[in-house]
Structure formats: structure tokens, C-alpha cells
């Protein structure tokens, strides 16, 4: 059994930074991949980025790229979501969600294939 807990999301102005954290406790967590997705009422989760713990690589959904930055620890199984540049159309409910023994699902930002997921922070753009 996996825990994770996301923390960070607030109410931020547009322009703003934010940093979002992501930490992942439990078994099995040798080789894994986080990733981050959010979500707003009514629409499908979408995916934002992906960190794989066993060659350091990150991934990042297009609408995010270049504003966007992910950085993990693997000795504290934390990865975080450093958001810059905030616009009113981040705002969302982000999720953390960890992919056991590989980051293939991650990789691809596949919500459905992913293992345990956190409840999610709430990140306000708003002016």
C-alpha cells in the first residue's frame, strides 16, 4: 500500500509562482513514477507532468511546457511541481499519483493506468 499526500495549492494572482509537493510513503517504492494531473469540475483529468525515479527524466503535457517544472527527491520520495507564469486557466484541482515498478503510464500522462493517488490540492488563479 502506497500513501501519497499532495500539499501547496493556494490562491495566487495571475503571473504568480507556486509550488506544489507531492509525497509518496509505503512498500515497493524502489522504482516508481509520479506524476502530477489536474482537474476541474465537469471535465476530464488531465495531465500536467511525470517524474520517473529511475533515470531522473520528466515529462510535461504541452499546455504546461516551459511554465511548468517538475523535480523529484528519490531519498524522500518527494517530487515537486514548480508552476511559474500562473494564468486564471491552471486553476484546477491538482492530484499526485504514483505508477509502481515503472513510469511507462506516467510517461504518457495516462490518469487510467496509474496506482494511488492522493486527494488533491487546490490551486486559485484569480486576479
Known amino acids: 500500500q502506497v500513501q501519497v499526500v499532495e500539499s501547496g495549492g493556494g490562491l495566487v494572482k495571475p503571473g504568480d509562482s507556486l509550488r506544489l509537493s507531492c509525497v509518496a510513503s509505503g512498500r515497493n517504492l524502489d522504482v516508481y513514477g509520479i506524476g502530477w494531473f489536474r482537474q476541474v469540475p465537469g471535465a476530464e483529468r488531465e495531465g500536467v507532468g511525470c517524474f520517473s525515479s529511475s533515470d531522473g527524466r520528466t515529462y510535461y503535457a504541452d499546455s504546461v511546457r516551459g511554465r511548468f517544472s517538475i523535480s523529484g527527491d528519490n531519498a524522500k520520495k518527494t517530487v515537486y511541481l514548480q508552476m511559474n507564469n500562473l494564468e486564471p486557466g491552471d486553476t484546477a484541482r491538482y492530484y499526485c499519483?504514483?505508477?509502481?515498478?515503472?513510469?511507462?503510464?506516467?510517461?504518457?500522462?495516462?490518469?487510467?493506468?496509474?496506482?494511488?493517488w492522493g486527494e488533491g490540492t487546490l490551486v486559485t488563479v484569480s486576479s
Open positions: 499519483a504514483v505508477e509502481l515498478g515503472t513510469s511507462w503510464f506516467c510517461a504518457s500522462l495516462d490518469s487510467k493506468r496509474m496506482d494511488y
